[in-house]
C-alpha cells in the first residue's frame, strides 16, 4: 500500500486556525501508530502528536493545548487539529506510521513511513 497523504495547510494568521489531514488506508483502519511531526528550516524533525488505536493521544509541551489529534479508522484519515497558532508554529508538516500499535517510542527515527508533507505557514 502506498504511503500517508497529508492535506490541510496553508497560510494563517498569528491566532488563526488549521486542520491537517492525513489519509493513511490500511495503517490507521487496521489500528497502527500514526504520528505527526513537524520540520521547521534548519531544525530537527521534532513530534508534535501521536494517536494509538484507541484514540490514545500525547502531545509535545509545545503544543499547550493547542492541538488535538484524532482518527477515524473507518475513513482512514487522521487529523490534526490546530489552533492559536503563531510564527513559531511555521513548519512542514508531516504524517508518519509504522507497523506497531504502540506509539512509544516517538522518535522520527522509529518511524519508517512517512508522506510528503504538508506546508503551514503563520504570519505575525
Known amino acids: 500500500q502506498g504511503g500517508p497523504v497529508e492535506s490541510g495547510g496553508g497560510s494563517v494568521q498569528s491566532g488563526g486556525s488549521l486542520r491537517l489531514s492525513c489519509a493513511a488506508s490500511v495503517f490507521v483502519s487496521t489500528g497502527y501508530c500514526v504520528a505527526w511531526f513537524r520540520q521547521a528550516p534548519g531544525k530537527e524533525r521534532q513530534v508534535v502528536a501521536t494517536?494509538?488505536?484507541?484514540?490514545?493521544?500525547t502531545y509535545a509541551d509545545f503544543v499547550k493545548d493547542r492541538f488535538t489529534v484524532a482518527r477515524d479508522n473507518v475513513a482512514e484519515i487522521v487529523y490534526l487539529a490546530m489552533s492559536g497558532l503563531g510564527p513559531e508554529d511555521t513548519a512542514m508538516y508531516y504524517c508518519a506510521t509504522r507497523y506497531t500499535y504502540s506509539c512509544s517510542p516517538s522518535s522520527a527515527d522509529k518511524f519508517n513511513i512517512w508522506g510528503q508533507g504538508t506546508q503551514v505557514t503563520v504570519s505575525s
Open positions: 494517536i494509538e488505536r484507541n484514540g490514545s493521544p
